[in-house]
T-cell receptor
Framework: GALVYQYPRRTICKSGTSMRMECQAV??????VAWYRQSPQKTFELIAL?????????EQNFTQEKFPISHPNLSFSSMTVLNAYLEDRGLYLC?????????FGKGTRLTVV | GEQVEQLPSILRVQEGSSASINCSYE??????FPWYKQEPGENPKLIID?????ERKQIQELIVLLDKKAKRFSLHITDTQPGDSAMYFC????????????FGKGTHLHVLP
């Protein structure tokens, strides 16, 4: 079956530091990968959509300078949260698209202290 | 616009009764409408979806209706059970070179015994 693994599952970082999270597609080729953030008590905000052989497109309020993404092949993507602050805390979800369906990982929960 | 509105935010129903969640979207190019169920500490899981060439789809106790003219779609859970208690997210997606999935704000469904 198609699975998406995200790691780490949970992480704590000090305010002003950076942390990297990874997303691995297993059992299918991820032609596109979307990164979302679910802040406490909120829905999933789309950060950026990365499609193989196309530029990574960031949504309003999110920038490459703050959330650099790497998508080197059809099974792997990583995103870094640079200079994390309190408002960056939440669940970061990776959605990897197969043929017609988007599969989600369990997310990386970021706590900023 | 790409907003997806979802109501209600909280829904309490008696076990065995039906539950309905309503969503509306803005982007007329949207052609794929998935519904996700998220249990505490878990990633969102696809439970049913509908494409723009359909008006109704049913999988067991789940029914999805789509009104393209009104840009509305809804999820109906018949004969609710305690295991149906969870967060439910609707989403709308338009395919360009990838599915860009935009989520609603979620509905917290409580099925009361």
């Amino acid at each position: 079956g198609a699975l998406v693994y995200q790691y780490p599952r949970r992480t704590i970082c000090k305010s002003g530091t950076s942390m990297r999270m990874e997303c691995q597609a297993v059992g299918f080729q991820a032609t596109s990968v979307a990164w979302y953030r679910q802040s406490p008590q909120k829905t999933f905000e789309l950060i950026a959509l990365s499609t193989v052989n196309s530029a990574i497109k960031y949504e309003q309020n999110f920038t490459q300078e703050k959330f650099p993404i790497s998508h080197p092949n059809l099974s792997f993507s990583s995103m870094t949260v640079l200079n994390a602050y309190l408002e960056d805390r939440g669940l970061y979800l990776c959605g990897a698209q197969g043929d017609t369906e988007v599969f989600f990982g369990k997310g990386t929960r970021l706590t900023v202290v | 616009g790409e907003q997806v509105e979802q109501l209600p935010s909280i829904l309490r129903v008696q076990e065995g009764s039906s539950a309905s969640i309503n969503c509306s979207y803005e982007d007329s190019a949207s052609n794929y409408f998935p519904w996700y169920k998220q249990e505490p500490g878990e990633n969102p899981k696809l439970i049913i979806d509908i494409r723009s060439n359909m008006e109704r789809k049913q999988i067991q106790e789940l029914i999805v209706l789509l009104d393209k003219k009104a840009k509305r779609f809804s999820l109906h859970i018949t004969d609710t059970q305690p295991g149906d208690s969870a967060m439910y997210f609707c989403a709308a997606s338009a395919y360009t070179n990838a599915y860009k999935v935009i989520f609603g704000k979620g509905t917290h469904l409580h099925v009361l015994p």
